[in-house]
């Protein structure tokens, strides 16, 4: 795990950067940087100056990308006993796969609904296009392979579940809810299969999460958290909640012009869903906001790259809340989004800040002198 942790800042530290670290979880900082882009133009109020920032991040975003997709591609050629066992031994890191797919799927979103004015509609389409595609691969995959590893190769108990657990069966549901922007850009003759695709994944996915959850929930009230590096992934349960929430809100726009008959269902569907998950979504962050203060007054909970599990998963409440907002008329969840948005806003700008102060300050992947 210990490309999870920060490493305490010593001169030894401070050797070049040793890409044998290197972790799928790293992608995690691509996701919450492409949220807080995406989440900025899906809220029902503007201020000014807001679609400037939102693309400033989603270019920040898409840079990252870039970077990591490379920096891993050098660790998975040159250090393939590191990434061997990353995936195939050491299960605490293998679910970390489940980011690198979500990290697609949001950066390509980003460019189709923050992007385009910046880089043009064609390249723009073009290229979610490839990342959406990819990344739904890679989701479905990553799903049902980590799974399989769990069940034949991986040394695990039940007693022991974290919330980490959630990410590999979540990726698909990213998919589902982030393919229907693509559905106007597609030939006619194309759209029935991804909505009904997106439909196929959002159903395998929350299906897979039922399974998951109790089994997680069972683990940290038996076992408490192994780490307490490990509390931000309490907020991973709200990943599924609100990317659920707002797949089912972009589908039942969807079916308006893709399966008609279905608009009315799919319409309140998303209502009476959403609400729901929205419901549960504000009593779990009560849990979890409340574990995790404990462990920054009690324990002084050290930074790791785990805190960037404050936020994807509270991106996808803040769009979840502005599809209900969207879909319902009602005020209370537009102002809801936005008193999200500013929580996410703030939990971006800490984990960035401190990643950066990490990676410049010898805590994070370096090798020692």
Request: some cysteine; glycine content about 10%.
């Amino acid at each position: 795990m210990t490309t999870l942790l920060a490493r305490p800042a010593t001169a030894a530290a401070r050797g070049p950067l040793d890409l044998a670290q290197l972790g799928p979880n790293w992608y995690a900082a691509v996701m919450g940087t492409a949220i807080t882009a995406n989440a900025a133009v899906a809220l029902p109020h503007r201020v000014p100056g807001q679609l400037g920032f939102a693309q400033a991040v989603w270019a920040l975003s898409l840079a990252m990308l870039a970077v990591l997709v490379a920096a891993r591609l050098v660790h998975l050629t040159r250090h393939r006993a590191a990434a061997r066992e990353q995936l195939l031994d050491n299960p605490a890191t293998a679910v970390f796969y489940g980011c690198p797919p979500m990290a697609l799927l949001a950066v390509g979103f980003g460019t189709l609904t923050v992007g385009a004015p910046v880089i043009g509609t064609g390249p723009a389409v073009a290229l979610d296009l490839l990342l959406w595609s990819t990344g739904t691969l890679y989701a479905v995959l990553v799903a049902a392979g980590l799974p399989y590893l769990m069940v034949t190769r991986h040394r695990l108990s039940a007693l022991a579940a974290n919330p980490t657990w959630l990410l590999p069966v979540v990726a698909p549901m990213v998919a589902a809810a982030l393919g229907p922007a693509l559905l106007p850009h597609l030939p006619a003759g194309l759209r029935p299969g991804l909505f009904y695709a997106c439909y196929g994944m959002f159903g395998a996915s929350l299906l897979a999460v039922l399974v998951m959850l109790p089994v997680v929930f069972a683990g940290l009230v038996h076992s408490k958290l192994p780490a307490v590096l490990l509390t931000p992934s309490l907020f991973l349960v709200l990943g599924p909640l609100g990317q659920s929430s707002t797949a089912v809100g972009n589908l039942a726009d969807a079916a308006r012009t893709v399966a008609p008959a279905l608009a009315a269902p799919a319409f309140g569907f998303a209502v009476l869903y959403g609400v729901a998950m929205t419901g549960f979504a504000l009593l779990w962050l009560l849990l979890a906001g409340a574990a995790n203060l404990r462990a920054l007054v009690r324990d002084r909970m050290p930074f790791g790259m785990t805190w960037w599990a404050f936020t994807f998963p509270v991106g996808t409440c803040v769009t979840g809340t502005a599809s209900l907002a969207r879909h319902t008329g009602f005020a209370g969840f537009g102002w809801l989004a936005v008193a999200l948005y500013g929580l996410l806003l703030a939990a971006w700008a800490v984990a960035g800040a401190r990643t950066a102060s990490a990676l410049l300050g010898g805590r994070l992947l370096r090798a020692a002198a």
